[in-house]
């Protein structure tokens, strides 16, 4: 099946992303010319979706070390620093933000002999790598967890951990696809997921794109449609996954998985291994972003509640490991006790651990 966008490209000399803050209403690129704007862009949501911040954050490095001077070693080097800085103090959750900038640092290190010009090529190359890296992993992360669904499920998802979540193809979404390319018929029941609605607004639109079957609810629906039988599985993804199995998702995930666990329904997270942080032993210290409380009172910037308010607006929970099924990985599935797991799956792959 074909991808029906892209969601950040190369170009050279910029970076062209689908704004994704726009959707579904328009379907419109826009040309990132420097690091800057590629911050703004970050923190502001028109990229989003953990790998796909991880793919972003790589590129933006990148363009922001193709503009800076060639003539003093010292100021470039300074100027390396200062682009990573600016990356890293986007946003707090995602750990495929500080995975893509550590990746970056280390390319860069490892070019000490080289010419600016030729560093500067090898961070573009890295970063043009690392977009195609981002799909094929999701796509590995598709067979490993085609399997967990059946022919005839409803399997339920929160938020987007689709392509537009990734550089291509998606986690969860990507489970989902894969199971649907096997022939399967699957349907999806997408929450809407406030308070900026990625479900209602990304998931589906990417879902009806993609021809797969797709029902839009209210997050307060999903219990309702579990207790009728409606629901088979859960599969969501996953913004930063600790050590033992704790799992950040889109605020909302948590309760999700209360519910399917009441209601005995596999809950599955997908996600690659760059979005588990093996420094963070649980989810307890994972730092969780609070927003806008104008995210909150507003809906696509009309006003639903008085002015003056007071608002909470956290934009990520943890789903403990004891909620979880089953965490599906470009390099197979983990299941409890998943640190056992995970080392595993790290084992060959030294220094990109998050650690
Ligand atoms: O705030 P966002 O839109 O960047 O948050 C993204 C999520 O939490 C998604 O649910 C996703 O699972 C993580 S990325 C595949």
């Not at 409380?293 to 008085?306: D, L, N, Q």
Request: contains cysteine; glycine residues 8%; negative net charge.
């Amino acid at each position: 099946m074909k991808d029906p966008f892209r969601t950040m490209e190369w170009m050279g000399d910029h970076i062209r992303l689908l704004d994704q803050t726009l959707l579904p209403r328009q379907e419109k690129y826009i040309s990132i010319l420097t690091v800057d704007q590629m911050c703004d862009a970050i923190k502001r949501l028109a990229v989003r979706g953990a790998p796909a911040i991880g793919v972003a954050a790589a590129m933006g490095i990148a363009l922001g070390m193709l503009g800076a001077p060639d003539s003093d070693r010292e100021s470039f080097s300074r100027r390396f620093g200062e682009v990573c800085r600016l990356i890293a103090a986007t946003r707090p959750t995602a750990v495929n933000l500080f995975w893509a900038v550590d990746r970056m640092k280390r390319v860069y290190e490892a070019g000490a002999d080289l010419s600016i010009a030729e560093l500067k090529q090898v961070l573009v190359d890295e970063a043009v790598f690392m977009e195609k890296e981002d799909r094929m992993l999701c796509e590995k992360i598709g067979v490993s967890g085609r399997d967990l669904l059946e022919e005839g499920d409803t399997v339920l998802t929160h938020c987007n951990a689709g392509g537009l979540a990734t550089a291509g193809y998606g986690t969860a979404i990507g489970v989902i696809r894969a199971a649907f390319e096997q022939g399967k018929n699957i349907r999806v029941v997408s929450d809407e997921t406030r308070p900026l609605n990625q479900g209602a607004r990304i998931t589906c639109w990417e879902l009806m794109k993609l021809g797969i079957p797709v029902t839009l609810i209210t997050d307060n629906t999903a219990g309702a449609l579990m207790q009728r039988g409606e629901i088979q599985k859960v599969v969501v993804g996953a913004d930063r996954i600790a050590a033992n199995g704790d799992a950040a998702n889109k605020i909302g995930t948590f309760s999700v998985a209360v519910l399917a666990r009441y209601h005995q329904i596999p809950f599955y997270v997908a996600a690659p291994l760059s979005t588990i942080d093996m420094s963070i032993r649980t989810g307890d210290t994972i730092p969780i972003e609070e927003r806008d409380p104008g995210e909150v009172t507003r809906i696509c910037g009309v006003p639903i509640a008085p002015e003056g308010v007071a608002v909470r607006n956290i934009a990520f929970d943890v789903t403990p490991y004891q909620l979880i099924t089953g965490i599906v990985t470009e390099h197979g599935r983990a299941s409890a006790p998943y640190e056992k797991s995970f080392e595993q799956f790290f084992a060959d792959k030294p220094g990109e651990n998050n650690s």
